[in-house]
């Protein structure tokens, strides 16, 4: 017996769902100006003090901003309800959305890598720095770290993997920030290759992210199934619910931020259809309740008492 009935409360859901697309709207805006600022600020501040670090970080910044845009677009499309050609919805768009973040943070980083590379190849063209791209470096700092802390609070508030994922971003783009900081600092202090070797370490850093981000939500488009705690908590909030006897077969896969989730329970055999489909109506409700899952089908398998087995002829269990 399959089973998979609508949610027991609509319109709680509905207001779950607008007050966390509104909330990943404006944080996203509020990156989309802070990285703006930046990304004008460190370019034309790292032309004129000739610092090719400051600038790698500038490109940096810009592909945060696109970064935002794509998260921006990810959300609106992934709150569009289901239809005939998507009955799960349109969640998977944020999967799809991180993938092209990751293959844009990829591409990005293997070019600065590429550009600081050459420039270590003539060490004699490396021109001084001007001190304003340290003070420069420092406020860019401070304000990815602010931006990290700030997206991460939302993220963890409406529980979005996307929104923590730009937030990671910000994080990773405080640390490059750092490395830069330090790599003017060499600068000035006489040590002219240590600016392009920070735009080198920089490069790296974004690629490597691009590389985790994409490979993280190719898993997820190919199904790969959630995290073993959380698996084990459904399995426990199933087990949990009167009449159910035993679970087996819970197999879980990712729908954006959400879980698609089936599962096999197994009930006394004596039990009617409809006693049978009020048990599994039940755990479906307690799953919905206390996990984020999108979707849970349930099989429901009879089971026999060991004792009663001698006198069926057949074997306990499914």
């Given at each position: 017996m399959l089973i998979s009935p609508p949610p027991d409360d609509p319109e709680?859901?509905?207001?779950?769902?607008?007050?966390?697309?509104?909330?990943?709207?404006?944080?996203?805006?509020?990156?989309?100006a802070v990285n703006l600022a930046l990304t004008v600020l460190q370019l034309v501040v790292g032309v004129q003090a000739k610092s090719?670090?400051?600038?790698?970080?500038?490109?940096?910044?810009?592909?945060?901003?696109?970064?935002?845009?794509?998260?921006l677009l990810a959300g609106r499309q992934s709150r569009k309800a289901a239809d005939a050609d998507h009955p799960y919805g349109h969640q998977r768009f944020e999967t799809a959305a991180s993938l092209a973040l990751g293959l844009l943070l990829l591409g990005v980083g293997l070019g600065m890598v590429g550009s600081a590379a050459a420039k270590l190849q003539q060490p004699a063209a490396i021109a001084p720095v001007a001190p304003l791209a340290l003070w420069i470096a420092v406020a860019t700092l401070v304000a990815k770290e602010a931006l990290f802390r700030y997206l991460m609070a939302v993220a963890r508030r409406v529980r979005s993997s996307m929104l923590a994922a730009n937030a990671w971003h910000s994080r990773s783009d405080a640390a490059s920030s750092l490395v830069v900081g330090l790599g003017i600092a060499g600068n000035l202090a006489g040590y002219s290759l240590l600016d392009p070797i920070a735009a080198l370490i920089v490069g790296f850093l974004v690629a490597r992210m691009g590389w985790t981000?994409?490979?993280?939500?190719?898993?997820?488009?190919?199904?790969?199934?959630?995290?073993?705690?959380?698996?084990?908590?459904?399995?426990?909030?199933?087990?949990a619910t009167p009449g159910v006897i035993g679970v087996h077969e819970l197999r879980t896969r990712r729908m954006g931020d959400l879980i698609a989730a089936d599962v096999h329970l197994e009930v006394e055999a004596?039990?009617?259809?409809e006693a049978g489909h009020d048990i599994a109506v039940e755990a479906r409700r307690r799953v919905m309740q206390a996990h984020p899952v999108l979707s849970l089908m349930i099989h429901v398998d009879p089971w026999r008492r060991p004792d009663r087995d001698h006198d069926t002829g057949t074997l306990s269990g499914r």
């Open positions: 709680d859901e509905a207001t779950l769902r607008e007050a966390r697309a509104l909330a990943a709207s404006r944080s996203t805006w509020i990156s989309v090719q670090a400051l600038v790698a970080d500038a490109i940096h910044s810009l592909s945060d901003l696109l970064s935002d845009f794509i998260v981000f994409g490979w993280n939500a190719i898993n997820d488009l190919m199904d790969r199934a959630v995290e073993a705690d959380q698996i084990e908590a459904i399995h426990a909030t199933l087990a004596t039990l009617s259809v």
